[in-house]
T-cell receptor, first 114, second 111 residues
Framework: DGGITQSPKYLFRKEGQNVTLSCEQN?????MYWYRQDPGQGLRLIYY???????QKGDIAEGYSVSREKKESFPLTVTSAQKNPTAFYLC?????????????FGDGTRLSIL | SQQGEEDPQALSIQEGENATMNCSYK?????LQWYRQNSGRGLVHLIL?????REKHSGRLRVTLDTSKKSSSLLITASRAADTASYFC???????????FGKGTMLLVSP
């Protein structure tokens, strides 16, 4: 079955540590997205990529970094510069880089501070 | 903020009743999408309605769009306990290449 796989499901970060969240899709989608969701809140866009080797900052990119070396993969690194990283992180993809396409989501990674 | 606003924030109903959620937004849009999120899971796309459409149906879902009032509604008919989830609207604002999500309506359907 095609879909988006996020790993790990739960992740703990120590102070000063960088952590990387994995997102893989086998839907052959061009565009991929990373969102952050805080309790009782909607989704806020961190980064998005409409094509391999290209990505754009979203609304809350500070303290995060991404890469898009392969069409299937869009890992997110939460750096030590992100002072409040505790949240639920969601990865999504869509057929094209247009916002008139439905987005398909993974089941998220919950990041907490130790 | 360009973020859409869902109303109500929370809704509790009995199985078999209808559930209506509303979404208001601020500027002109190309389309509006509705998503469902079960607790601890990712979002699932439900329906997309374009700015030139007024109503759209999908199974027990009915979505309306009123661009003059900058609002949309999602109606779930004959609700089931399995419909318990949070529902989000996402707007595709003109001039933007990404979606903007609202804060969601939490729906609880009791057996």
């Amino acid at each position: 079955d095609g879909g988006i796989t996020q790993s790990p499901k739960y992740l703990f970060r120590k102070e000063g540590q960088n952590v990387t969240l994995s997102c893989e899709q086998n839907l052959n989608h061009d565009a991929m997205y990373w969102y952050r969701q805080d309790p009782g809140q909607g989704l806020r866009l961190i980064y998005y990529s409409q094509i391999v080797n290209d990505f754009q900052k979203g609304d809350i990119a500070e303290g995060y970094s991404v890469s898009r070396e392969k069409k299937e993969s869009f890992p997110l690194t939460v750096t030590s510069a992100q002072k409040n990283p505790t949240a639920f992180y969601l990865c999504a993809s869509s057929i094209g880089g247009l916002s008139n396409q439905p987005q398909h989501f993974g089941d998220g990674t919950r990041l907490s501070i130790l | 903020s360009q973020q859409g606003e869902e109303d109500p924030q929370a809704l509790s109903i009995q199985e078999g009743e209808n559930a209506t959620m509303n979404c208001s937004y601020k500027t002109s849009i190309n389309n509006l999408q509705w998503y469902r999120q079960n607790s601890g899971r990712g979002l699932v796309h439900l329906i997309l309605i374009r700015s030139n459409e007024r109503e759209k149906h999908s199974g027990r879902l009915r979505v309306t769009l009123d661009t003059s009032k900058k609002s949309s509604s999602l109606l779930i008919t004959a609700s089931r306990a399995a419909d318990t989830a949070s529902y989000f609207c996402a707007t595709d604002y003109s001039g933007y290449s990404t979606l903007t999500f609202g804060k969601g309506t939490m729906l609880l359907v009791s057996p």
